[in-house]
């Protein structure tokens, strides 16, 4: 089965990990910020209203405390 993306494209990793300031990794980053401002919020509140518990998994991933 063909793998999906979830908030990042694979271009996306990619122009994340370059560290020389092109435009295209701003423009990258400017996309990825909206889809977290308008489009993750939308997600949120249809998982919410239609199946909580799949947002209660997207919690436990997202909020996860990974520093110790």
Do not use: F, W
Request: aromatic residues 2%; negative net charge.
């Amino acid at each position: 089965m063909a793998r999906t993306r979830a908030l990042l494209t694979e271009r996306d990793r990619e122009l994340l990990a370059e560290d020389d300031g092109s435009n295209r990794r701003y423009q990258a980053i400017s996309e990825i910020r909206s889809r977290i401002t308008e489009e993750m919020e939308t997600d949120v509140e249809v998982l919410e209203e239609n199946h909580p518990q799949l947002l209660k998994e997207l919690r436990e991933v997202v909020c996860e405390d990974k520093s110790g």
